[in-house]
């Protein structure tokens, strides 16, 4: 069964540089998640977009935007990279909404070293 | 705010011990709740999840059953394996469009042989 395809990988950046992530979602999943892992920590939501739309929003730094595209793959976009943004960045991706939308399905993660 | 509260590790056992991680829950509404498995070096997958008070989420030998009265979602098993180390996080969703997973801080299970 597909899954949700994250990309890059990996991705090493230098300070104040820019990044953009970019997830695809399971086919016809309409709601994608950002999280945020640090080393040894739990993921910490930053936001989510239902239909297109931003549905919820976590601890997203002002330096970072997403938006989800009319074909349903969300981009990450992270400005002026700081050592501290250094991470595991999952995407998520699930179908509807409410309790019917509940089960998030998680791609592999991009891994961003910031140095 | 919701939040989740599971037991700190590592937890280390032998193969065919029972397990039991602690996880329990403050929440407004009615969530519903998860397990995910981490890996080493990999992303967080599904492990199973309970949708309301009483039903019993089970894959893999783990089970968990949702505890509305004490608050409390419990992983267990009754034989792990060395492949089951891993980490465990336990979570939970309210059930609104988009809603995100709040997560607990992850239990990390090393099984030895």
């Known amino acids: 069964a597909a899954g949700v395809i994250q990309s890059p990988r990996h991705l090493i950046k230098e300070k104040r540089e820019t990044a953009t992530l970019k997830c695809y979602p399971i086919p016809r999943h309409d709601t994608v998640y950002w999280y945020q892992q640090g080393p040894g920590q739990d993921p910490q939501f930053l936001i989510s977009f239902y239909e297109k739309m931003q549905s919820d929003k976590g601890s997203i730094p002002d330096r970072f935007s997403a938006q989800q595209f009319s074909d349903y793959h969300s981009e990450l976009n992270m400005s002026s990279l700081e050592l501290g943004d250094s991470a595991l960045y999952f995407c998520?991706?699930?179908?509807?909404?409410?309790?019917?939308?509940?089960?998030?399905?998680f791609g592999p993660g991009t891994r961003l070293t910031v140095l | 705010g919701d939040s989740v509260t599971q037991m700190e590790g590592p937890v280390t056992l032998s193969e065919e011990a029972c397990l039991t991680i602690n996880c329990t829950y403050t929440a407004t509404g009615y969530p519903s709740l998860f397990w995910y498995v981490q890996y080493p070096g990999e992303g967080l997958q599904l492990l199973l999840k309970a949708t309301k008070a009483d039903d019993k989420g089970s894959n893999k030998g783990f089970e968990a059953t949702y505890r509305k009265e004490t608050t409390s979602f419990h992983l267990e098993k009754g034989s792990v394996q060395v492949s089951d180390s891993a980490v465990y996080f336990c979570?939970?969703?309210?059930?609104?469009?988009?809603?995100?997973?709040?997560f607990g801080k992850g239990t990390t299970l090393s099984v030895s042989s």
């Open positions: 979570a939970l969703r309210e059930n609104q469009a988009g809603t995100a997973l709040i």
């Open positions: 998520a991706s699930s179908l509807g909404s409410g309790r019917a939308g509940n089960t998030q399905y």
